[in-house]
């Protein structure tokens, strides 16, 4: 389902983002 596969895609973008936050504080 390619609905499914949008939300995986989003989940990761969301981790991605924390990962640069922590990163640059």
Do not use: I, T
């Amino acid at each position: 389902k390619p609905e499914e596969k949008k939300e995986e895609e989003e989940k990761s973008e969301e981790e991605a983002a924390a990962g640069l936050a922590s990163l640059f504080g």
